[in-house]
């Protein structure tokens, strides 16, 4: 029930910010800054937890599990390139980026990290308070499909990471990206492209 509930006030307060010209409606879902915001907000800080990256050090290194596919001399398959990919975020503030792994196999993606500003409540009903997020990890691995692909939810208490992504080639990937803090802080849905680190 507060699912719907928040669901409708967001679909609200995103209608009210398109009508208004603050909000981006080329698919972004965040808004987007003005001019006065085109640098850097200086904003007070907030951290979100960190999690123990060990678990997803330990899965990205360990051997591949054989497949029970079998793919014929023509299936095609879209794998990324092993190692640190990097890239911008667009539709958030201007340093947004992402950063990840992708495993030995390119079947893996892991050590995920966000760094980038969210709107915050301001002891209102609106996410008008923008703070810097110190630590994005997102937990655990996402597995990628046959064509590259991936989409998953990962959960920590007060926390939801969402990240998607297809891969555009071995080396370029692009997708969306959205953090959530207990119904008090939102990246919003963010859209990042990336390529490996040369």
């Known amino acids: 029930m507060n699912t719907i509930r928040i669901s409708r006030l ?3 307060i995103t209608l009210f910010l398109i009508t208004t010209g603050q909000a981006s409606t080329d ?3 965040a808004p987007t800054p003005d001019a006065s915001q085109e640098t850097t907000p200086a904003a007070s800080s907030i951290s979100a937890r960190d999690t123990s990256r060990s678990d997803t050090t330990e899965a990205l290194t360990r051997a591949p599990e054989p497949e029970t596919e079998t793919r014929g001399p023509t299936d095609s398959v879209d794998r990324l390139r092993p190692g640190l990919w990097t890239g911008p975020v667009s ?3 201007k340093g947004d980026s992402i950063s990840f ?3 030995a196999d390119g079947q893996q993606i892991g050590d995920v990290t966000f760094s980038g500003y969210w709107r915050c409540k301001d002891g209102s ?3 008008s308070n923008i703070k810097r997020m110190d630590v994005g990890h997102v937990p655990g691995v ?3 499909g046959s064509d590259g692909s991936f989409s998953e939810e990962k959960r920590e208490p007060y926390l939801l990471w969402t990240l998607a992504g297809q ?8 997708g969306t990206v959205r953090i959530e803090y207990a119904a008090e802080c939102d990246t919003f849905r963010l ?5 490996p680190v040369r």
Do not use: K
């Open 10 to 12: 967001l679909g609200i």
């Open 27 to 29: 698919g972004c879902e």
């Open 91 to 93: 539709c958030g503030y």
């Open 101 to 103: 792994m992708v495993s």
């Open 125 to 127: 009903s609106s996410f």
């Open 142 to 144: 996402f597995r990628t």
């Open 167 to 174: 891969a555009d080639g071995p080396a370029r990937a692009s």
């Open 191 to 195: 859209e990042w492209a990336a390529q």
